[in-house]
T-cell receptor, first 113, second 115 residues
Framework: GQQLNQSPQSMFIQEGEDVSMNCTSS?????WLWYKQEPGEGPVLLIA?????ELTSNGRLTAQFGITRKDSFLNISASIPSDVGIYFC?????????????FGPGTSLSVIP | DVKVTQSSRYLVKRTGEKVFLECVQD?????MFWYRQDPGLGLRLIYF???????EKGDIPEGYSVSREKKERFSLILESASTNQTSMYLC??????????????FGSGTRLTVV
């Protein structure tokens, strides 16, 4: 079945550093989503991408929909301690709420003050 | 503040017990989902529902069942709990429609331990 891979699996960075993580698939997706899960909470949607090549920002976060439609990237600039959490990518073949969402295994981010 | 509420944050149950995990959303969403989250495996879909009294199997439905008698409530049932069902369980909801701008709204999760 469809699977998503995320790298790195975990990251330990100094406060103020920039962060890059990616998500790859052997299948094409038409929607890419990035979620963040803080400790003890459920995932929260950060960014949604709908078009190949699209670049979307949300504050210090920037995500890109890969032109092959098989990957997506998330960057966090000038990290702060509250960026700690697990970042999940998710892919959808379609754009309706009825299209199955596939989640990646997550990238765990730790920020050292 | 709109939300998805899961009735328990932590549960400890014995092997063989019947376990009910409750989820309620106040956003009038049509779609509701149950996932389990395990380290390194991400979120795996157990069951979902697009309407009241409707249910569909996800990727790992074995050992689970669900109930959706009211639009706002989606219950996950472990018929006979086993130790390999020890996990974090996440409920989510979403509106139906053509656009997924809002993604899923997740509850805070229930960490279930089966001993």
């Amino acid at each position: 079945g469809q699977q998503l891979n995320q790298s790195p699996q975990s990251m330990f960075i100094q406060e103020g550093e920039d962060v890059s993580m990616n998500c790859t698939s052997s299948s094409i997706f038409n929607t890419w989503l990035w979620y963040k899960q803080e400790p003890g909470e459920g995932p929260v949607l950060l960014i949604a991408l709908y078009k190949a090549g699209e670049l979307t920002s949300n504050g210090r976060l920037t995500a890109q929909f890969g032109i092959t439609r098989k990957d997506s990237f998330l960057n966090i600039s000038a990290s702060i301690p509250s960026d700690v959490g697990i970042y999940f990518c998710a892919g959808q073949l379609g754009r309706t709420s009825y299209d199955k969402v596939i989640f990646g295994p997550g990238t765990s981010l730790s920020v050292i003050p | 503040d709109v939300k998805v509420t899961q009735s328990s944050r932590y549960l400890v149950k014995r092997t063989g017990e019947k376990v009910f995990l409750e989820c309620v959303q106040d956003m009038d969403h049509e779609n509701m989902f149950w996932y389990r989250q395990d380290p390194g495996l991400g979120l795996r879909l157990i069951y979902f529902s697009y309407d009241v009294k409707m249910k569909e199997k996800g990727d790992i439905p074995e050992g689970y069942s669900v109930s959706r008698e009211k639009k706002e409530r989606f219950s996950l049932i472990l018929e006979s709990a086993s130790t390999n069902q020890t996990s974090m369980y996440l409920c989510a909801s979403s509106p139906s429609g053509q656009v997924t701008n809002y993604g899923y709204t997740f509850g805070s999760g229930t960490r279930l331990t089966v001993v």
